[in-house]
């Protein structure tokens, strides 16, 4: 692969030139912030241990700066972007920046949550700065509908980055933390300040690492039953299981049922038990509805 221009990444005046062309303006609705500092983005390619025969999808690229830090390293990078006038303008900037790299460039102009295939071969992992305030069902849409995925590396909100990365008994563990689980290893992959986006966001960022569990959970339960039970524990966190999953359970006395034969304390709460737990309740309660 021939190596690109040193100066084929986009600084802070190649993104506010992008941008004032463009006629855009960052929206606060779709989360918007750009990163303009180079460091950064090949900083996160290189946390995401990107390989050049990955096949990246990139979520919310934006006016591109970590696209062409992706395609640096990877064999191909696919791009879904929502927004109609970064749509459309990302492959000619692509084309501008790295040519010997622009067939190896794919974009889909569409909402990442509707996305239910990818153009070219599977993707092998996700890297995205991900919109603030859909992370985490983006998220979860994407390890779900591409199993290929096995590595994946997202910038989010600090405090969504803790909750993902959360373990059982944590003060921030609950519903993302266990259906991050269920797909993947999680663990805190470092921080991003708010000096390097343009608008300078008013929180700070962190890099969350996923790595998909090489089988998987071992259960007779379906994904749907089992996130059923967690979403059902965590609506009421602060009662105790036998209680918030009477209503899941048709009632307190079937709910205390399937956790005694899970191995689960009926006093237990949502927020100390692990995935594989949830899915033992799952189990229960489907054998005691057959």
């Not at 996305?115 to 603030?132: K, M, Q, S």
């Not at 339960?221 to 059923?228: L, R």
């Not at 609506?235 to 048709?250: P, S």
Request: aromatic share 4%.
């Amino acid at each position: 692969m021939s190596s690109p221009t040193p100066d084929a990444l986009l600084g802070p005046a190649d993104i506010r030139e992008l941008a004032a062309a463009l006629g855009v303006r960052p929206t606060k609705q779709r989360g918007q912030n750009f990163v303009i500092d180079a460091n950064t983005v090949r900083r996160i390619v290189r946390t995401a241990e990107v390989r050049p025969d990955d096949v990246v999808v990139e979520v919310g690229p934006g006016l591109g700066s970590l696209t062409l830090a992706l395609l640096e390293a990877a064999d191909r990078v696919t791009a879904v972007e929502i927004d109609d006038v970064l749509a459309s303008a990302l492959p000619a900037t692509i084309t501008a920046r790295m040519p010997e790299r622009a067939e190896r460039f794919a974009l889909v102009h569409s909402d990442a949550m509707h996305v239910t295939e990818l153009p070219g071969p599977a993707p092998t992992a996700l890297v995205a700065n991900l919109p603030y305030n859909v992370a985490v069902p983006v998220l979860l849409h994407m390890l779900d509908t591409f199993p290929s995925i096995e590595r994946t590396l997202v910038m989010v909100q600090s405090e969504v980055a803790d909750r993902l990365a959360a373990a059982p008994g944590s003060k921030v563990y609950g519903v993302p933390s266990v259906k991050a689980n269920w797909y993947a290893e999680v663990k805190r992959a470092g921080a991003i300040g708010r000096n390097v986006f343009w608008p300078a966001p008013n929180v700070d960022s962190g890099l969350v690492s996923l790595v998909r569990r090489a089988e998987p959970l071992k259960t007779t339960a379906s994904k749907n039953e089992v996130f059923a039970v967690i979403d059902a524990a965590f609506a009421q966190r602060r009662k105790t299981l036998r209680a918030a999953l009477a209503g899941w359970a048709g009632s307190a006395a079937r709910a205390e049922a399937a956790l005694v034969a899970a191995g689960v304390s009926p006093q237990a709460r949502g927020e100390s038990l692990t995935v594989e737990e949830f899915a033992r309740i799952a189990e229960h309660q489907q054998k005691d509805s057959e």
